[in-house]
């Protein structure tokens, strides 16, 4: 499930890297999805996979489609 864009990087691999450029902490994302800080860590270790309504509020957030863009 990689993306055209990024075909070697997994979409938790590229929120990290988009929240980071953004400069934006796990605790501002976390507090958007109104969810733990330790929710948003576990979702860019790849250990839990968030809800579709989860993903439209990080894209919006970080203002990359990272799980929305066409996967090959």
Do not use: C, N
Not at 28 to 39: D, K, N, V
């Amino acid at each position: 499930m990689s993306s055209y864009l990024h075909p070697e990087f997994k979409p938790h691999e590229l929120m990290r890297f988009y929240r980071v450029r953004a400069s934006l902490t796990q605790a501002a994302i976390a507090l958007s999805l109104r969810r733990s800080q330790m929710y948003v860590s576990r979702i860019e270790q790849g250990k839990v996979e968030p809800t579709d309504e989860e993903i439209k509020i990080i894209e919006q957030k970080l203002m990359v489609p990272i799980w929305s863009v066409k996967r090959s």
